[in-house]
């Protein structure tokens, strides 16, 4: 009996290694396949058919953007997990645990905090090197093809170095004391919290203006020396003195910063600055504070005597102090568990709690009107001192800060009430070290409210008469 012949060279599937091709008619010899690992035996075209259908994939979806970080790292995870598949890869690819460790080594890093780009850049070096290890035993697995692109792409986006120091995957190792970003993300790792620490924000600049860590707004007297800060890791110290005779606005010529002494990290260090003195050092002579070549304390000198930056990496904690015509400037941001960290004796604190109320000069929200109600002095629009009018000021700050918040009429209230053009740079560079260190974007930008609470817009009429008011009371 005779049986049919089945028709050879028709293939049988996407992954099916049975029978030879026929042959066909003479082309440039393919060039020579890479040594197979032993555990390919049977189904030998498995890998390489997964890969053509990547490739096949990616011509069908050409011209896709690369996803955001946090996508990206949430696609790889996730993919990684799976252990099913059509094609199904072997024990030996070790992607899915590469994967992981490089999420827990940046799932604590925030992008607002200094040091972040030294830190991912570690994490994605390790990343890769992770990669390459187990390269031969995961060709042809997606996952892996897909996180070697990632990589790449972000290194480009970060401009990390190919060489260059990487993270250990064990953070107990690496975890350095002097690091306050280190070792906070150690405590969040043991606690399983991913939430990166939250940071505080305060500033002080003008007339004074304070900006306290819960983002209130207040115009102040507060002649005399006053604590901005007293915790257990820092202390702050500003004194203001009257600006014009027979006024009661004042501002900053002094200020003082105490690093405390923090176990192996650094001893105390202090810094003062007074007008016309802004040193790039401590009061000791030195400039920074701590062991080794990564100091845990330093100032940076950014331009000479106007403005300088201190960096206290132990405490996560950056501040900021300039010289702005006659007056200085300050501006901080501290973590929220520092921040926090005192004592019931150390409640007077600026920053944590305002000025008091006997020290305030507006309603605590930058509305000056609301103090006298709505009764309104036969006097407005008037010129409050020589060489600028309500109209001038305006035009003069708009110049500078065209969006008209809080801290575009506190720029207009300060020329109305000391006639000193500076304070037009005092609060522009204000804004600026807010959107430096200021850790939420939403928050920049502060409006005054209405009585009840509610936003209100940047109505010409309402600025007037409320800046009017405020200037009445300066000068009773």
Not at 411 to 438: I, K, M, P, Q, Y
Request: charged share 20%; net charge neutral.
């Amino acid at each position: 009996m005779m049986r049919k012949k089945r028709k050879r060279g028709a293939p049988l599937g996407p992954c099916s290694s049975h029978g030879p091709r026929p042959a066909k008619a003479p082309a440039p010899p393919p060039s020579p396949e890479p040594t197979r690992p032993a555990w390919t035996g049977m189904g030998l075209r498995a890998a390489p058919s997964c890969a053509a259908a990547a490739e096949v994939e990616q011509r069908r979806r050409p011209g896709l953007c690369p996803p955001p970080l946090e996508l990206l790292l949430l696609l790889l995870l996730s993919l990684g997990l799976l252990h099913a598949g059509d094609c199904q890869q072997p024990t030996q690819c070790r992607i899915q645990k590469c994967t992981t460790d490089f999420v827990s080594l940046t799932s604590h890093l925030n992008s607002a905090i200094d040091g972040f780009d030294s830190e991912f850049c570690k994490a994605l070096r390790a990343y890769a090197g992770c990669t390459q290890r187990t390269s031969k035993a995961c060709r042809g697995n997606l996952v892996y093809h897909s996180a070697v692109l990632g990589i790449s792409d972000l290194m480009s986006q970060r401009n990390c170095s190919k060489d260059g120091p990487t993270s250990s995957t064990n953070p107990e190792v690496t975890h350095d004391p002097c690091n306050y970003h280190s070792h906070a993300g150690v405590r969040e790792h043991r606690r399983g919290d991913q939430n990166p620490p939250s940071y505080l924000f305060c500033g002080l600049f003008g007339d004074p203006h304070l900006r306290t860590f819960k983002d209130h707004f207040q115009t102040c007297k507060v002649e005399g020396a006053w604590p901005l800060i007293d915790n257990n890791y820092l202390s702050v110290q500003v004194t203001n003195v009257p600006v014009v005779p027979g006024s009661s606005a004042t501002a900053t010529n002094k200020i003082t910063i105490i690093f405390k002494a923090h176990h192996e990290c650094t001893d105390q260090k202090v810094y003062q600055a007074v007008t016309d003195d802004l040193p790039a050092a401590f009061v000791d002579g030195t400039t920074s504070g701590g062991d080794g070549d990564a100091k845990s304390l330093r100032i940076v000198e950014r331009e000479s005597g106007h403005y300088v930056e201190m960096h206290a990496r132990y405490i996560g904690t950056t501040v900021f102090v300039r010289q702005v015509g006659r007056y200085l400037t300050l501006a901080i941001r501290m973590p929220e568990d520092l921040a926090m960290s005192y004592e019931e004796s150390q409640d007077l604190q600026l920053c944590m709690n305002g000025c008091p109320v006997s020290e305030r000069i507006d309603d605590g929200q930058g509305q000056v009107s609301a103090i006298l109600g709505h009764s309104l002095p036969r006097t407005s629009l008037v010129q409050a001192w020589p060489g600028y009018t309500l109209e001038t000021a305006n035009t003069q700050c708009h110049e500078k800060m065209p969006v008209k918040d809080i801290y575009f009429q506190s720029c207009v209230f300060d020329l109305l009430t000391t006639g000193d053009a500076n304070f037009t740079a005092a609060a522009h560079s204000a804004l600026e070290d807010v959107e430096a260190l200021h850790p939420r974007k939403e928050r920049w930008h502060i409006f005054p409210s209405s009585g009840n609470g509610t936003p209100r817009g940047g109505s010409n009429l309402s600025v007037s008469l409320g800046l009017t008011c405020l200037i009445l009371i300066v000068f009773l």
